[in-house]
């Protein structure tokens, strides 16, 4: 039992912890292009930075 | 500090891999006033933050410079995409929170089940009860609010058993808990609150877009115009503020903010906005021009005699929104199966509640089992039948470039058994390409395509796209001039023909005869060369004659409605062997829809223009090409992209299968009911056969709406 005790909080916390890992990257914008995420990586990057942040349609910045 | 932004957004049906998004994103960020540009493929769009003095014009030739066709989309739309998304993305939230409480109480029920008791059991209880209790309370609001705004209104829907099966599982667990007892049905509540969240995400990434806005979306189709002051001055007025008797002061390439009798000028008028007419209209002093229409050749002084909402294309709006009415009435084949279901359900869980009390079981126990009913019938299958069969469709449907705006399209595609489609723009492309290879040279291909750069001309136009499609770079040119109604010309700079003068223009301004035809012809000269003549025409998009002919195999009443004349589509609806109606005005089209409706059919609408708006909102169902309108693409229910017309039969035979596909959901669903709900009323179901059965019944279903990922071949 005192293993028990000592386990099931963590599976829990850790549970958790995907959880919100889950919601940051929702809010993050990250399952808006799905399949441009996979085609992005075949571009050469050659000192050319792609814009990081976007404002939506509304106009304000996305995260934070 | 923040730096005023403008937002625009574009359709790009021709981004098709990782080269064309860094070709767009790199092509776009050096340009002066461009913040960011990204390239969302799966949307097939580009979002851009710019300065607010640039133009979606200038960015669209921007875009078309590096190759690429854009279509903006309009502000109102992406706004109204936008909200969709947040009511998405809390949709998402309640799911994952669904999704992880699930996944804990199971693992916690799993030693209930394989025989953990007394003081461990009664912990793995606590435990779970400690998750289920808040988790209910968040992912439930979406089934608890609807249900609650059914029952005060006195009606019954899906939501309704949903909720007062995961409340009542819930309460019950609690207090079988406290108690000490054997069976909490927690993982059951929770993993049917996730399964159906699931179902309801599906659905709402296919939302309806809102289709209010139209009135927005014809005031971007000419936000004010020039207007004449008593001191002989012009000034830009806003379309809202100007007034009958007004003068207004329209220039070539630039349409008309109001109705009007012309007072001065001869021009030509591209009506196709309004009448579908693909022939520029001659107009001189005396003649009546509308809002909407476009100025080709030079500028006209209007005397306005209706503005705002009082024009012909405002009249057209209503008419549209009115059309859009009957619409909304339609009831999905999930409502449907649901005022059949949620009153069996109940009835179900309260024979079953009553028929143990009899039997002389004590409440609690009765209460179990009706609890067990409800849990067992929870429509978790039947949530998810529709939903992943529709979403896997239309993501099918979406990479052969066919965007569904709604799951009640899809619905709707499929009882279509009569098609009417418009003529120009829909059945052709809708602007004027080549006729045969282009008769120039080398080295006269840049200089023309430079010409045709800095002309508004859809001629022009047309020449500059082809061009630049075939790979062209544009010369260098000096002193370039438009001479409204003749054509375009300059002086090239460098290169072999350095110093010659370019023309591109009327036929006869270049040292040619006059035009045989509706002057879809342009003629261009290169310094003493010969002059070339160049033809142009609206030809038929590709696959347009196969397309019918498959609709015509599937069984569908197929004819042309127009707006233009009887000659042009005369050799249109020859080449398809369809009938056409000709010459309809905006209203004809929503009147031939009517009556088509009243004699039963329900009508497959295919069109681009205004001038199919009220017929595109009145059809049973309808579909826009990407080229369209915003008006047009507002009022259809899904967009084609591409210059091929095959997409639309694809989209109506995908349709058909996910109805079949939707079928037989349906049947597995209501199948494994009928074989649970025994179980469940005779007392045999424990909270591990729930589990079970629900789990594996909503799998069978998922697996079976997977067949649909080809149903776009």
């Known amino acids: 039992m005192s293993g028990l005790a000592f386990l099931i909080p963590v599976a829990l916390l850790l549970g958790l912890g995907g959880l919100a890992a889950f919601l940051w990257s929702l809010g993050a914008g990250q399952y808006d292009d799905m399949d441009g995420a996979a085609l992005r990586i075949l571009i050469d990057e050659d000192g050319v930075s792609v814009p990081a942040a976007m404002t939506s349609a509304t106009g304000r910045e996305p995260g934070l | ?713």
């Open chain 2, 1 to 713: 500090m923040t730096v005023a932004i403008a937002h625009s957004e574009f359709a790009l049906p021709g981004v098709r891999c990782a080269g064309c998004i860094a070709k767009i994103e790199r092509g776009l960020a050096p340009m002066a006033g461009v913040r960011a540009a990204r390239v969302n493929m799966t949307t097939r769009r580009v979002a851009i933050d710019h300065a607010p003095d640039l133009t979606p014009d200038q960015l669209r030739a921007a875009l078309a410079g590096i190759g690429f066709e854009a279509q903006p989309i309009a502000a109102a739309a992406a706004a109204a995409a936008t909200e969709d998304a947040g009511e998405s993305r809390a949709l998402i939230r309640a799911m994952a929170v669904a999704g992880f409480a699930a996944m804990n109480i199971m693992l916690l029920s799993v030693s209930v089940w394989s025989g953990a008791s007394g003081a461990t059991r009664d912990l793995f209880h606590w435990l779970s009860a400690l998750i289920a209790m808040p988790t209910v309370a968040y992912a439930g609001r979406p089934f608890f609010a609807s249900a609650w705004a059914a029952v005060r209104r006195g009606r019954t829907n899906m939501d309704v058993p949903i909720s007062i099966g995961v409340i009542l599982a819930t309460a019950l667990s609690l207090f079988e808990t406290v108690t000490g007892g054997p069976h909490a049905y927690f993982d059951g509540a929770v993993s049917l609150l996730f399964f159906l969240l699931v179902g309801r995400v599906l659905d709402s990434v296919m939302r309806d877009r809102a289709r209010a806005g139209v009135a927005a979306l014809l005031r971007e189709t000419a936000p004010g115009g020039a207007v004449e002051l008593a001191d002989g001055q012009t000034a830009w007025r806003r379309a809202d503020e100007i007034t009958p008797d007004m003068t207004l002061i329209v220039a070539a390439g630039e349409r008309l903010a109001a109705d009007g009798i012309v007072l001065r000028g001869d021009s030509r008028l591209d009506m196709s906005l309004i009448t579908g007419e693909s022939r520029p209209e001659p107009v001189a002093p005396a003649s009546r021009v509308v809002a909407g229409t476009l100025n080709i050749d030079a500028p006209l002084a209007i005397r306005v005699t209706a503005a705002g909402e009082a024009t012909t294309i405002a009249g057209i709006a209503r008419l549209m929104d009115a059309a859009g009415q009957g619409r909304s009435r339609y009831v999905r084949i999930a409502d449907r199966a649901a005022r059949l279901y949620a009153p069996a359900v109940h009835l179900l869980a309260l024979l079953s509640f009553a028929g143990w009390m009899i039997v002389g079981a004590g409440w609690h126990d009765a209460l179990l089992v009706a609890v067990a009913v409800l849990i067992i019938t929870c429509p978790c299958a039947l949530g998810l039948a529709v939903p992943a069969a529709q979403i896997v469709a239309a993501g099918a449907l979406m990479k052969r470039g066919v965007l569904i705006k709604d799951g009640s399209a899809l619905e709707r595609l499929a009882e279509a058994d009569c098609v009417r489609l418009d003529k120009t723009g829909t059945l052709t492309l809708g602007r004027p390409t080549p006729v045969g290879a282009l008769p120039l040279k080398g080295e006269e291909r840049p200089v023309a395509l430079a010409l045709a750069r800095a002309s508004t001309h859809p001629v022009a136009r047309a020449l500059a796209i082809e061009l630049q499609r075939a790979g062209v770079i544009a010369a260098t040119l000096d002193d370039v001039r438009e001479t409204p109604g003749l054509g375009v010309e300059g002086r090239v700079v460098g290169g072999g023909v350095g110093g010659l003068i370019a023309r591109l223009g009327r036929t006869e301004w270049v040292g040619l005869g006059v035009a045989a035809h509706d002057g879809l012809e342009t003629g261009f000269r290169l310094g003493e060369d010969a002059p070339k003549r160049l033809c142009f025409a609206d030809r038929l998009r590709d696959d347009a004659a196969a397309t019918v002919a498959g609709m015509k195999a599937l069984g569908m009443d197929v004819g042309i409605l127009s707006g233009d004349r009887g000659e042009a589509v005369r050799p249109v609806a020859a080449a398809l062997g369809l009938t056409a109606q000709v010459r309809m005005r905006p209203e004809d089209k929503l009147a031939a829809i009517d009556r088509l409706k009243l004699a039963g059919h329900h009508v497959l609408m295919i069109g681009d223009g205004l001038n199919d708006g009220p017929a595109l909102a009145a059809g049973h169902v309808s579909l826009a090409p990407a080229s369209a309108s915003d008006v047009g693409q507002t009022a259809a229910d899904a967009v084609f992209m591409g210059d091929s017309l095959a997409p639309t039969l694809i989209a109506v035979r995908a349709a058909r299968a996910t109805r079949r596909i939707v079928g037989q959901n349906f049947v597995l669903a209501i199948g494994y009911n009928a074989l649970a709900v025994p179980l469940a009323i005779l007392g045999h179901v424990t909270p591990l056969v729930a589990a079970i059965a629900m789990s594996s019944s909503s799998l069978i279903v998922v697996a079976n709406a997977l067949r649909l990922r080809s149903c776009a071949r």
